[in-house]
């Protein structure tokens, strides 16, 4: 949805091809998010694919310490076995790294289009994020990100 709202979300299938989202996130983003920025990109978007989880103990067991989305998404890509994971909240990514699961977050995305020449620069995509879509970004991480990406002077 961040990447919606900041007009970027044709990074994903850019990068990754399809992206593949469980039942549960389709649901936070598509259905619970309808009328805001990005439902109706995601729910049209020939790239997304929906898919149920199999395994619903281990959602169950997840959801202890997860929301619905991230638990419904690491339990996919165990189920996937070579799926990378996009994924930002920190319990989230911790849990995806017990599992021993690949994960990027937003940022690495933006770091990674910059890479592959999707974009130009990473800082214009982290203002927008913070300013746009309210997406919270450290000031020492934007440091962090802009130096090891070359656009700080």
């Known amino acids: 949805m961040n990447l919606a709202r900041i007009e970027a979300l044709q990074l994903l299938p850019a990068l990754y091809g399809t992206v593949t989202v469980p039942e549960a996130v389709w649901t ?5 998010g309808e009328g805001r920025g990005g439902a109706d990109a995601v729910r049209t978007a020939a790239w997304v ?8 103990d ?8 997860l929301d619905a989305g991230e638990a419904e998404a690491i339990a996919l890509a165990i189920e996937m076995e070579s799926a990378l994971l996009l994924l930002d909240e920190r319990q989230g990514r911790a849990t995806a ?11 690495g995305v933006l770091i990674e289009a910059k890479e592959n020449a999707h ?3 990473v800082q214009p995509y982290l203002e927008a994020l913070r300013e746009e879509a ?11 990100v802009l130096r090891d990406e070359g656009e700080l002077p």
């Open 119 to 121: 974009i130009e620069a």
């Open 49 to 56: 694919d929906r898919q149920a989880v199999a395994n619903r």
């Open 97 to 107: 790294e017990h599992f021993e699961l690949s994960c990027i977050g937003l940022i």
């Open 28 to 32: 936070e983003v598509v259905v619970d």
């Open 58 to 65: 281990l959602v169950r067991a997840l959801r202890r310490d």
């Open 134 to 144: 309210g997406f919270w970004i450290s000031d020492q991480l934007y440091r962090r």
